[in-house]
């Protein structure tokens, strides 16, 4: 009291001799720099309790030896300091754009909080995907992981994974597991997931009913990633009240209960239909009623598209309630902020009301005009799809460029359709094999469905070239002849994959004898077509036009056989500068044969220009970043235009060398592929931009042209205009649809992690610590390389991104997660124990493995050194002769204590809120099949019948809802799983307004159905 008297009368001028002046701005915030992160626990000239022993790692100034085990201890640390991060992120082979650093950021700060990763193509989804799981991974918090990918793409996951963020992952093949080198490793345990960690494996395989098991059973997993997740999909979308999924889906399903994490990626996670969202979200954390089972998803967003005076707005609001429930209830910090600040505080606070109103409909439209505009925007920025799906866009990164927060070029397009004439013999032949492969087409598929599949194959290959097809039907004739297999491989694993085509039995030759005469006389006419093409006669005119102003052109194709016919035939104008890259790996003519090479060499010669065309299949081509090309030659059309799309953002990249991307795309004139594109131009800018809102519409182009193109030459032209008139209907309603880029998440803010070392960082130290550095030697002809002298032999080792990048064949990247890194440090001893130095280590194992280092001031307190040029600065300036007192030591036990336990409840937070919405998902899932059943019983309760004894309910209150319960078994189990969910039945339900007029015995079957899935989730509840 006396000291707090003394200081007032010093403030206010009464104490004599004294005269208080105002500090000057600057001098005050330069004293301010010196103010401790803490308020002193004593006063400095007090004495000080007496020093006790610790674990603290002290090192005197002088000896090196000492300064390099502090410095290499503080490296194997560094993934387990507590409270860092970006460690990960900051010794990979690549800088992420800012719109990756912001959801990588997210994604490991909320997990194991699930999430969708829909950026657009060309975006980096692979990239935060890998990020993310080398964040997680090194800091422990995954300890096992899954990685589900196309089998085509298998090879180039693994790749990337390995040249990108230094992680060996195998690929399990069924059999045994491959690693980067190509080492195979037999299962060690009887399960096969069992024995290991870390893996990728073919989403074909697992899928399938004898191996989904055998995962199913393993140990749990941290975190699962499925790529290409659109594939996981329902088997039809014409009846939205019966759920039938694929057998990916089906898996996720099941897995999801063996995961922590999961992150699902897709450029296109709407295919067909709206619905197939809400099966993805459904597995990452679907709250309440949006869990429930995908209509009440649909129904918030039509409902928020209708005129405000229309919506339902206590359904928009029971919805909101929800979403809100997982978060604590708690608004977005920015949101509200922004809220305020355009309100003020009690117009925004009668807003914020409507989130507890019992009638928040009749409140909502008596607000002012500002205050409901402000309302609508917090129900948008509210949902499912902004808290679990990320969508970054090509838009949004010409927005950072416009800000300065992006510096490298990101292009326009330059798109071109192009149609090339047949010759006569060519249009011959093609409308010859076109009714041969319709009329077996029709003639299949009446036998069984699905048995045509393999004519809708040589269909698309027709397009592609002549070679191809002629390839084609030389495998199908050795398959008929009982020569060969199917040999279909490469075509059908986009249906097995959404439409489990696996399961057809396509293989049975009995089926498919009548075709040999047709197709031996075919591949006799097609070899007498030669190797004259009017497509390689384009093909070759543009290259020389092209070649006048860019210095590298990219070729795509669907098919292996067209790419092997096309460098035959531009071998032999530009030999040597001719590349190939396909599933057999790279490839380049030498001047005598085709030989293979590297993805190293095929990148790097095309980079170089030694490579003028490079030749690709589209699954091969991930990973080969080509930003440097320019040009970009669409040699067949797939019948998805998303594929195409895939195709373009190859070279549609942050970084391209041009401003524009020239885009040429080809096709055969009068096909009806051709018709089919060049009708739809009038509506569709084809390819000038990414076309979100359109995708839906855009998976029914490939739909069109399958009918069109597979229906006799009588019937073509009408099926070619009505598949257009619905088309066109369609985007005319494109506004009323589901946008992703509209409601989804984009990155915001760019606040990068802050990491504790840097690839530079560490070079520095192993490469003069006193016992590592005799190991290191320049490597001859690479720079910035080195040989690392290791168990007897030399390894190529860098520590350098670029290099690496250039050389991944060659080098190792030295970094963290490299096993060579932990050899390393593991020749350097442990520092030792001591009862003087400057540092202090702190380490715990419970809740989590973590550590911390701290060093004293000058004035005796404590701080925290998160980075090692904060060791490194610590071991160079601070007194020798530090003493550690009692008192010091608990202040920093408590400091790292409080660091783990805040992790560890972020943890724990996430998880219990992924348990919630599973828990409140199934309830709401029990409430919407007890409130279908009672809308069918009230729907039966209006047609009076003389006959029946069964009274059903009349009025539409929870007594239809609890009267269930006289059934008995599942019904009196569903009334206790719903609880609180249960919401009474309106006549206003859509789903009452279907079924209102149907007859008496079709709504028995629907409530019969009801029963049997009340029986199923009722089970499921049971067996968790």
């Not at 975006?123 to 089998?151: C, D, H, Q, S, Y």
Request: with cysteine.
């Amino acid at each position: 009291a006396e000291a707090v008297g003394r200081f007032e009368r010093l403030w206010t001028q009464r104490e004599p001799d004294w005269v208080s002046l105002p500090i000057p701005e600057a001098a005050r915030r330069r004293l301010l720099r010196y103010a401790p992160a803490r308020a002193p626990t004593r006063d400095p000239l007090e004495h000080a309790p007496k020093p006790v022993r610790e674990r603290v790692v002290r090192m005197v100034l002088a000896p090196a030896p000492q300064r390099e085990r502090t410095l290499c201890q503080f490296l194997r640390d560094a993934p387990y300091l507590a409270g860092a991060s970006g460690l990960g992120t900051a010794t990979c082979a690549i800088t992420p754009w800012p719109h990756q650093q912001v959801v990588v950021r997210r994604v490991i700060e909320t997990f194991p909080a699930r999430y969708l990763l829909a950026d657009e193509v060309g975006l980096g989804k692979t990239i935060e995907a890998g990020l993310v799981l080398r964040e997680l991974w090194l800091r422990g918090l995954v300890r096992r992981a899954l990685i589900l990918a196309p089998k085509s793409v298998l090879r180039q996951w693994q790749e990337e994974l390995y040249e990108k963020f230094a992680l060996n992952v195998p690929i399990y093949d069924g059999a045994a597991f491959q690693d980067i080198r190509g080492e195979e490793h037999a299962p060690t345990t009887p399960n096969p997931w069992d024995g290991v960690d870390l893996a990728l494996v073919s989403s074909q395989l697992v899928k399938r009913r004898e191996r989904r098991q055998t995962l199913l059973e393993a140990r749990p997993w941290d975190l699962v990633i499925v790529d290409e997740a659109h594939h996981a999909r329902r088997r039809d979308f014409l009846d939205l009240n019966r759920y039938r999924p694929n057998r990916l889906l089906e898996l996720l399903n099941r897995l999801q209960t063996r995961t922590r994490g999961i992150i699902l990626m897709t450029a296109t996670p709407m295919q067909v239909h709206p619905i197939e969202v809400w099966d993805l979200l459904s597995l990452l954390g679907l709250s309440g009623e949006w869990g429930a089972d995908g209509r009440a998803f649909l129904r918030f967003y039509e409902e928020l598209r209708k005129p405000s005076a229309e919506a339902d707005w206590s359904f928009i609001f029971r919805l909101l309630r929800a979403e809100l429930a997982l978060g604590d209830g708690w608004l977005a910090p920015e949101f509200e902020v922004t809220a305020v600040r355009e309100l003020g505080p009690v117009d925004w606070e009668r807003v914020r009301r409507l989130l507890d109103d019992s009638d928040p409909a009749r409140t909502f439209r008596s607000l002012p005009p500002r205050a409901r505009s402000v309302a609508v925007g917090l129900v948008r920025r509210h949902t499912p799809l902004h808290r679990l799906v990320f969508r970054n866009t090509r838009e949004l990164l010409r927005e950072y460029v416009r800000r300065g927060l992006l510096r490298d070029r990101v292009p326009t397009r330059d798109p071109r359709l192009v149609w090339i004439p047949m010759r006569d013999e060519e249009q011959a032949l093609y409308d010859r094999i076109e009714e041969y492969i319709t009329r077996f087409y029709r003639k299949y598929e009446g036998e069984r469905k699905g048995l045509g599949f393999v004519m809708a194959v040589y269909r698309r290959r027709l397009t592609s070239s002549f070679y191809a097809v002629q390839r084609s039907l030389e495998r199908r004739l050795a398959f008929l002849r009982g020569q060969a297999g199917l040999g279909l491989e490469e075509d059908l694993e986009q249906a097995e994959l959404s439409l489990d085509a696996d399961e057809w039995h396509l293989a049975d030759r009995e089926l498919f004898r009548d075709e040999i005469a047709y197709v031996e006389d075919f591949v006799h006419a097609l070899s007498m077509l030669g190797g004259y093409d009017s497509k390689v006669e384009r093909l070759l005119q543009d290259l020389r036009d092209l070649f006048r102003h860019r210095d590298t052109v990219l070729v795509f194709t669907q098919y292996t056989d067209t790419m092997d016919f096309l460098r035959e035939q531009l071998r032999q104008s530009y030999g040597t500068h001719v590349a190939c890259y396909s599933g057999r790996g790279g490839e380049r003519w030498d001047g005598v044969m085709w030989v293979p090479v590297t993805k190293e060499e095929i990148k790097n010669g095309f980079r170089e220009g030694q490579v003028k065309v490079l030749l690709c299949t589209e699954a091969a081509s991930e990973g080969l970043n080509l930003q440097t090309c320019g040009v970009l030659i669409n040699y067949d059309m797939p019948w998805n235009p998303m594929r195409v799309e895939q195709r373009i953002g190859r070279v549609d990249r942050i970084g391209q060398r041009y401003d524009e991307v020239w885009i040429r795309n080809y096709f055969y004139e009068g096909t009806v592929e051709a018709r089919v594109y060049q009708a739809l131009s009038r509506r569709i800018n084809w390819f000038q931009e990414v076309v979100g809102p359109l995708q839906p519409i855009l998976a029914h182009v490939e739909r069109t042209i399958e009918t069109v193109a597979l229906v006799p030459e009588a019937e073509r032209e009408q099926a070619l205009r009505e598949e257009l008139s619905r088309i066109e209907a369609e985007l005319d309603q494109v506004s009323a649809g589901l946008n992703l880029d509209e409601w989804a998440r984009q990155a915001e803010g760019t606040t990068p992690l802050e990491a504790p070392v840097t690839l530079a960082e560490l070079a520095a130290v192993l490469t003069t610590a006193p016992t590592l550095q005799a190991l290191f030697r320049p490597h001859e002809t690479i720079e910035n390389g080195f040989w690392l002298r290791h168990e007897g032999q030399e390894v190529a080792v860098t520590f350098d991104p670029a290099t690496f990048d250039a050389h991944p064949n060659t080098l190792q990247l030295l970094t963290f997660g490299n096993p060579l890194l932990e050899s390393l440090l593991a020749r350097v001893p442990a520092p030792g124990e001591g009862a003087s130095g400057p540092l202090l280590r702190l380490e715990v194992e419970t809740p989590l493995p973590r550590v911390a280092y701290y060093a004293m001031d000058d004035d005796g307190r404590f701080r925290r050194l998160d980075r090692l040029t904060d060791v490194r600065a610590a071991l160079e300036n601070s007194p020798p002769d530090a003493a550690w007192s009692e008192e010091t030591v608990e202040a920093a036990r408590r400091d790292l204590q409080r660091l783990v336990e805040a992790e560890w409840a972020s943890l724990r937070k996430s998880q219990e809120r992924l348990a919630q919405a599973r828990r409140d998902a199934v309830a709401a899932r029990a409430a919407r099949l007890l409130l279908d059943a009672a809308l069918i019983e009230l729907a039966l309760g209006q047609q009076p019948d003389l006959f029946s004894r069964e009274a059903y309910p009349i009025a539409f209150d929870k007594a239809a809802i609890v009267g269930l319960k006289r059934y008995g078994y599942p019904w009196t189990a569903l009334l206790r799983v719903a609880g609180s969910h249960i919401q009474p039945p309106r006549p206003t339900d859509p789903f009452f307004v279907e079924i209102q007029n149907e007859p008496a015995e079709r709504l028995k079957r629907r409530f019969e159905v009801l029963r049997q899935r009340a029986e199923r989730l009722v089970e499921e509840v049971g067996s968790r």
